[in-house]
């Protein structure tokens, strides 16, 4: 079975940094798109954070810009987030993703990643 397992999350306060892992078991993730959504309590999901197969291009949600850094292993078939500064705002259940859209343009649609983490909790709390 197809699985994205998530590692990292936790409990931070504002300001300081968190460093998200996502790995894949029973498949190889270099011949997809790897990104990072997350879901606040009431709020839709939304993208964090999307890299491309080659690393080449990737896109951050306006509210990440600046504070969040996307990177992958290819070799170690794993996707990074690391998150500094962060705010109460970014609370929320972050997910791991792959599609094999490769276009920036479309990753803004959840319904174009085709697997999904189950998720970890990142909580921004003094």
């Known amino acids: 079975q197809v699985q994205l397992v998530e590692s990292g999350g936790g409990l931070v306060q504002p300001g300081g940094s968190l460093g998200l892992s996502c790995a894949a078991s029973?498949?190889?993730?270099?011949?997809?798109?790897l990104g990072w959504y997350r879901q606040a309590p009431g709020k839709e999901r939304e993208l964090v954070a999307v890299i491309s197969r080659s690393g080449a291009s990737i896109d951050y949600a306006e509210s990440v810009k600046g504070r969040f850094t996307i990177s992958r292993d290819n070799f170690k078939d794993t996707v990074y987030l690391q998150m500094d500064t962060l705010k109460p705002e970014d609370t929320a259940t972050y997910y791991c993703?792959?599609?094999?859209?490769?276009?920036?343009?479309?990753?803004?649609?959840?319904?174009?990643?085709?697997?999904w983490g189950q998720g970890t909790q990142v909580t921004v709390s003094s």
């Open positions: 029973r498949f190889t993730l270099e011949n997809y798109a």
């Open positions: 993703t792959a599609t094999v859209a490769d276009l920036p343009y479309l990753w803004r649609d959840s319904r174009r990643f085709t697997y």
